[in-house]
Each structure stands twice: as structure tokens, then as C-alpha cells.
């Protein structure tokens, strides 16, 4: 049996990992956006190939990234097993077998829609990413694929968003009724009022679809 | 350029955090601590820093095991992760998170080797970049325009919404002049703060 690691924090030892003090939050969640980060290792002789399907991608599986709407931002970084930053003094150098890809995301939803949406919709994208990735079990059946990405999440300690009650669908609808009602109060400016009132009406069958309330996120899993 | 989407950034640092075993606080714990009791919402630092959308900050204790057949690794170092999604570019960021909030960076970044701290923000843009890594791919939903823009937006789109509701039936010159006082309101009304819970 492993011995128990322990470890002092202002005066006391703790088991490790520990509930820190104060932190009754879930910091991977801010209002309407979860915070993902993912690592997993890879032989370093496949890093030059996923990195060249990264350069392609944006010809690719990006529309469907945009299409399903509901990432603000997510980015792939691959570091070389000789490449993380090394500041000198007494900071040792890495000596690793692996390269790995870490994938960082700022998604809306639960974590269960976002890994089943996945699945469903961008299998094909999601395979080429990590396929090079040691041991993944491919985006579909989604029992295995949870369990992989359960298994190299690890949690982030501060998230912050500047507008936790939106969500990229709500910014990307906001944008367009800026852009409508800019529109609209220049060309309505000189117009009488019965003029008005049918311009109005237009307007509103225009954005209709982009308006109701930022309201709070939904509780889920 | 992989860190850029349209005219935002994505920047990516990965921070050594100082390993000493003479202290009696751990650094990673001790700078676990401090994260999960930083302030957030409107009060967060980073909501003081311009052009910030999202931030976040991880402390990697290692990497991961998948299992066997594959080998085991383990970091050298702990880091700190720091990602952050702001407008422009990089430098001018870097000089403005030091100008900007240098107390709360001092703070964070005291647990790692080789920080320099904040009061200069030339050392501190150079040692930010020393520690970051190049994103690979990177993915804005929206990238042509700015959080303050993107926060006006929203109260835009609040606004709208509320007075469209409010307004239906009105005969047509109440409805012009309603509409007028929408638009004063709007233009007159600063934006919603960076980080607040609601518009």
C-alpha cells in the first residue's frame, strides 16, 4: 500500500490532496461558461503530424465548430517534451518520454452535454486531433470517450469571465441587434410617426429571434 | 500567427512554481490557497486589466498516467497555467496587466522562479514571455470584436428586449418617442462592468 503523501499548510499537515480553505466554489464554472483543460501524452514522433492538421484545420472541422456554438474560445497546445520553459537557477530540466497536447476550452453548458455533443456532432474532428494521443479510445462510443477525458481533465483553480451571463450564442445575437438597432435609429430618424410605427415593425420581425432576457445559467452535470 | 484569432489573442504561459522543501508551506498549496480566495466578478483583478475576456489560472501538479502500455512520466517542476483571451497585442497587454494590477500579480506569481515582479512592467512583459508557450490552434467564436464592445452589446440586446415587451399596442408617436428615450437611455448608460453578474 502506497504511504499517504502529506503536507504542511500554515502550521498544520494535511493529506493531499486537500479541501483548501475558503474555496466552497467551483472554480471550473463561471455563470454561463465551464473552464476545461485536458493534457495527454504523445510520442514525440507524431507531434509534426498533428501539427500539420492543425494548420489545415481551419479548412476543415472548423465550421462545425462554429456551427454547433456553444465555445467562446478553446485552444490546442502542443509542448515538445524538451520545450517546457526552463528559467534556470535551480528549476531542473524536464526530462520526459512523452510530448503533450493540452486542450483548453470555455464552453457553455454541463460537462455532459459538452462530451456528449462532442461525440455526436464533431467525432470525426475530435478523432483527428487526439488520435495521436497515447491510449485515447476514439470520440465514439461516448462511455469510453467520457472516461478518457474524465481521466486527463485536471481542474482549474481561478476562472474568470466578464460576462458569466452570456453565452456565445447571446454575445453572437447581441452583435447583430447592435448592428440592426444602429441601423434602425439612422434610418428611422426623419421618418413621421405612422412611418415609424411600420419600420418599428420590421425591426423588431428582423431581430426577433436574437431578443430575451441574459438570465442565469441551468444547474446540471 | 496560432496565438491570434482575428483581433484577439490567445496567450498561454506556463510558470515554474519554486520547489523548496525548507519552507513549511508547500508553494503550490500555498498558492492554491491564495487563488481559491482571490477575488471575483466585478472585483476580480483581471476585470481591472483592459481588453481581458477570459482568464484563468491552474496549478499542474504533474502530468497524467493513461495506463499501461505507456510509460509513466513526471514533471520536473509544478507550473502555473495562466491562459488569458484578450483584444490587441501582446506587449502592450502585458505592460497593462503590470500597470494595471501589479499588487494581485506580485501575489500569484511570488510562488514562481524567476519572477521579477510587476513594478517594472518591461521586466515583467520578459518574463511573462519567457514563460510562454506558443498555442497551436486557437478558436474564437467571436474574434472581430472587443470586450467593451461585446459588453455594450449585451446591454444593448438587454435593453432591446425589455422595451420591445413593454412597448407592444403603443400607438404609433408614443412608440416613436419611447423608442427616442430607448436610444438616450442607451447611449447615456455606461456599459456593464467586467464581471458582473448581470446586465
Known amino acids: 500500500m502506497m504511504p499517504a503523501i502529506r503536507c504542511l499548510l500554515d502550521g498544520v499537515w494535511h493529506a493531499y490532496p486537500i479541501c483548501i480553505p475558503g474555496g466552497d466554489s467551483v472554480t471550473n464554472i463561471n455563470g454561463k461558461a465551464y473552464a476545461m483543460n485536458a493534457i495527454t501524452p504523445m510520442k514525440w514522433w507524431k507531434t509534426p503530424i498533428l501539427k500539420l492538421i492543425f494548420l489545415l484545420a481551419p479548412l476543415t472541422g472548423l465550421a462545425d465548430l462554429k456551427n454547433l456554438s456553444f465555445i467562446h474560445f478553446a485552444r490546442w497546445v502542443i509542448i515538445k517534451r524538451g520545450q517546457f520553459p526552463w528559467l534556470g537557477g535551480k528549476q531542473p530540466r524536464e526530462n520526459l518520454e512523452y510530448d503533450y497536447m493540452i486542450f483548453f476550452s470555455n464552453f457553455n453548458g454541463t460537462w455532459n452535454q459538452y462530451i456528449d455533443a462532442f461525440s455526436a456532432v464533431l467525432s470525426d474532428g475530435l478523432n483527428l486531433f487526439w488520435r495521436w494521443s497515447e491510449k485515447f479510445p476514439g470520440a465514439v462510443p461516448v462511455t469510453a470517450f467520457k472516461r478518457y477525458i474524465a481521466l486527463v481533465q485536471f481542474d482549474t483553480d481561478y476562472y474568470y469571465n466578464p460576462y458569466p451571463y452570456a453565452t456565445t450564442n447571446d454575445v453572437k445575437a447581441a452583435h447583430r441587434i447592435q448592428a440592426a438597432l444602429d441601423d434602425f435609429a439612422k434610418t428611422s430618424a426623419a421618418m413621421s410617426a405612422q412611418d415609424f410605427e411600420k419600420a418599428y415593425r420590421q425591426f423588431v420581425i428582423r431581430v426577433q429571434n436574437d431578443l430575451g432576457a441574459l438570465g442565469p445559467a441551468p444547474e446540471g452535470t | 500567427m496560432a496565438n491570434q484569432s482575428g483581433q484577439l489573442y490567445g496567450l498561454t504561459i506556463l510558470s515554474p512554481i519554486i520547489n523548496n522543501g525548507s519552507r513549511s508551506a508547500s508553494q503550490d498549496l500555498a498558492l492554491r490557497k491564495h487563488l481559491s480566495s482571490l477575488a471575483n466578478g466585478v472585483h476580480s483583478p483581471f476585470a481591472r486589466v483592459a481588453g481581458t475576456h477570459f482568464a484563468r489560472l491552474v496549478v499542474m501538479n504533474d502530468v497524467v498516467f493513461v495506463g499501461n502500455p505507456s510509460k509513466i512520466d513526471h514533471l520536473g517542476s509544478q507550473y502555473l497555467i495562466f491562459t488569458t483571451d484578450f483584444d490587441g497585442d501582446l ?109
Open chain 2, 91 to 199: 506587449d502592450a497587454y502585458l505592460r497593462t496587466m503590470a500597470q494595471s494590477i501589479p499588487a494581485e500579480l506580485d501575489q500569484i506569481w511570488k510562488h514562481c522562479v524567476g519572477y521579477p515582479g510587476a513594478a517594472d512592467a518591461g521586466k515583467f512583459a520578459d518574463y511573462m514571455k519567457k514563460c510562454q508557450v506558443e498555442t497551436t490552434f486557437y478558436f474564437a467564436d467571436v474574434n472581430d470584436k472587443t470586450r467593451d464592445q461585446t459588453l455594450k452589446a449585451l446591454q444593448v440586446k438587454a435593453e432591446l428586449s425589455a422595451f420591445v415587451e413593454e412597448n407592444q399596442g403603443r400607438p404609433a408617436a408614443e412608440l416613436q418617442r419611447a423608442f427616442q428615450g430607448l436610444l438616450t437611455k442607451i447611449n447615456s448608460t455606461p456599459p456593464p462592468a467586467p464581471g458582473a453578474s448581470r446586465v
